[in-house]
């Protein structure tokens, strides 16, 4: 008796499995998705005088991205602006620090939806070498 009674358990999940996968919509063009950002610097610690790259990249599977802002000292100015119009987009912006100590680097990527999302890097710049 048990094993027909796993058996019809088995089958019952097995429908249900089988008629959720039936109701799963896929996302239509255009509709808001995530942005996915990463923001890195070259070097990842930078040294005071010397210019240092930070790197942004952004992407988003059904909204183009817009615009990357970045705000080297984290100060609530944007200090450059960078404008596209992909899904996928890298931007690279370069800055030299005059002082030695931590820094927190902030960028803000703006879909064309008006989502916005922002992400912070931590840098240490050190003094020069003598």
Same mark, same amino acid.
């Given at each position: 008796m048990r094993p027909r009674l796993l058996i019809g358990a088995f089958a019952a999940l097995l429908l249900i499995a089988v008629g959720?996968?039936?109701?799963?919509?896929?996302?239509?063009? @255009? *509709? $808001?998705?995530v942005t996915e950002v990463t923001l890195?610097? !070259?070097p990842s610690?930078?040294?005071? @005088? *010397? $210019?240092?790259?930070?790197?942004?990249t952004a992407a988003? !599977?059904?909204?183009?991205?817009?615009?990357?802002?970045?705000?080297?000292?984290?100060?609530g100015t944007s200090d450059e602006e960078q404008t596209f119009?992909?899904?996928s987009v890298s931007a690279t912006f370069s800055?030299?620090?005059?002082?030695?100590g931590s820094v927190?680097?902030?960028?803000e990527v703006e879909d064309q939806a008006g989502g916005i999302v922002s992400k912070t890097l931590?840098?240490?710049?050190?003094?020069p070498p003598q």
């Open positions: 959720c996968a039936g109701n799963i919509v896929p996302t239509p063009p @255009g *509709t $808001p998705g890195s610097s !070259s610690s930078p040294v005071v @005088g *010397t $210019p240092t790259t930070l790197t942004v988003n !599977s059904n909204t183009k991205i817009d615009t990357i802002d970045i705000d080297f000292e984290n100060d119009d992909a899904l800055h030299v620090y005059t002082a030695a927190i680097v902030r960028t931590l840098l240490i710049v050190e003094t």
